[in-house]
């Protein structure tokens, strides 16, 4: 499975991004899919994770902010940023677990650069 990101960039706090991550393949060949980011000194932290059932799962810190959500027809994933602070800053990887797998047996995508200035 490949995964194909896109979106990221620089933004003012306050503002919004959109990402879209495409995999390869079948969807159903993919169990979870979802988002990390790894800030500057910082261990990489699952952001936002989506199951096939659509259970979501998102970390403290952008819980309300951010919006994770899936086509299964086009095995994409997006992840919607509002309200974005300057601790969003990071470079986020899309991700996904093959069928049967939990979040540590991962694909991964190219890492976006996300910039939030004050």
């Known amino acids: 499975v490949q995964l194909q990101a896109s979106g990221g960039g620089l933004v003012q706090a306050g503002g919004s991004l959109r990402f879209s991550c495409q995999a390869s393949g079948s969807s159903n060949s993919i169990n979870l899919m979802g988002w990390y980011r790894q800030a500057p000194g910082k261990q990489r932290e699952l952001v936002a994770s989506?199951?096939?059932?659509?259970?979501?799962n998102y970390a403290d810190s952008v819980k309300g902010r951010f919006t994770i959500s899936r086509d299964y027809s086009k095995n994409t994933v997006y992840l919607q940023m509002n309200s974005l602070k300057p601790e969003d800053t990071a470079v986020y990887y899309c991700a996904a677990t093959p069928r049967g797998y939990s979040w540590g047996t991962n694909y991964w995508g190219q890492g976006t650069e996300v910039t939030v200035s004050s």
């Open positions: 989506l199951g096939r059932g659509g259970t979501t």
